[in-house]
């Protein structure tokens, strides 16, 4: 008998622990990673670098829209969205849409296609501005993100820039404005993650906007990027949040239901 329930409590015990254990690993865990990054705090781990946006943020995807209309447009298509697609699903007003959206010239009905003539990009660049509709699920959200701030000075190519994520980009610095200019200063082998090892940057001209600023521009137009990748994302999340109300509302009818029915039992 005694034995029996020593035995039990050991066994409770173990659970106990167990269940401590769990809950513990991810913030063990954390610690540990945390502590890793203190020991590469002398160089930059750009390629840690996560985009961090959120689909169902209306706000961020309406800026996303109107960066990618005044930067991005120029050069690279959606060629799967059209106008009136994307201002219903981002909530823009067709005023909106009309004056700050669209392209002079071009219909609410019109695919999203580059303004920049085929042949004279393929002149200009040496290679065509690719499509970018389906970048972030091909490349991923925080690929683009770290492209977009990953052009540096490099006066030996013939942008004058060069990029971390994609060595020898044909694309030009076209937010050094927005971003400032930097150097880069490398380090020596390859980063943890198979990279370019940087050291630091060195600021050659700053941009009008703060790193901050620059962080979220970015984050808003691959979260643009990723909304016009999976258009449907956007609706299904909000379904999500319906579907969540509608079962928590139902839990709630269901024990009502039960405590009225045996009510009477006792
Ligand atoms: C002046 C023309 C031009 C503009 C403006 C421009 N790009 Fe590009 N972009 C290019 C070219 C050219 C390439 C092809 C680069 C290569 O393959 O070397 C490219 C490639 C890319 C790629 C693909 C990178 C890869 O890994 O294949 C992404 C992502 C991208 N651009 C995003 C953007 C975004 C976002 C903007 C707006 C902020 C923008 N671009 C503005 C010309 C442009």
């Not at 067709?94 to 296609?113: C, F, M, S, V």
Request: aromatic fraction near 10%; hydrophobic fraction near 40%.
């Amino acid at each position: 008998m005694h034995r029996n329930l020593s035995g039990r409590v050991a066994r409770i015990a173990a659970g106990l622990l167990a269940g401590v254990a769990l809950i513990a690993a991810p913030a063990l865990q954390a610690a540990e990673e945390k502590a890793a990054e203190g020991h590469e705090s002398h160089g930059v781990d750009w390629q840690g670098w996560k985009a961090g946006n959120q689909i169902n943020d209306a706000t961020s995807l309406q800026r996303g829209a109107s960066n990618f209309m005044n930067y991005c447009a120029g050069c690279h298509s959606l060629k799967y969205m059209r106008y009136e697609r994307m201002a219903k699903d981002l909530r823009i007003g067709d005023e909106q849409l009309r004056k700050n959206l669209l392209p002079a010239g071009a219909k609410t009905t019109d695919y999203i296609l580059a303004s920049f003539p085929k042949a004279e990009a393929e002149a200009w660049f040496g290679r065509q501005p690719p499509d970018l509709s389906l970048i972030t699920r091909s490349k991923g959200s925080d690929y683009v993100f770290q492209f977009l701030k990953g052009f540096y000075l490099d006066e030996t190519k013939a942008t004058k820039t060069d990029n971390l994520a994609l060595p020898g980009a044909a694309m030009p610095a076209v937010l050094s404005d927005l971003e400032g200019v930097k150097r880069v200063v490398f380090g020596h082998g390859e980063s943890a993650h198979g990279g370019k090892n940087v050291e630091r940057f060195d600021e050659v001209q700053a941009g009008s906007m703060t790193p901050a600023q620059y962080d979220v521009f970015v984050r808003d137009t691959v979260n643009f990027l990723q909304y016009v990748g999976e258009p449907s994302q956007v609706d299904r999340v909000s379904i999500g949040i319906w579907v969540l109300l509608f079962l928590a509302v139902f839990t709630g009818f269901a024990w009502m239901l039960k405590k009225e029915y045996w009510k009477d039992v006792h």
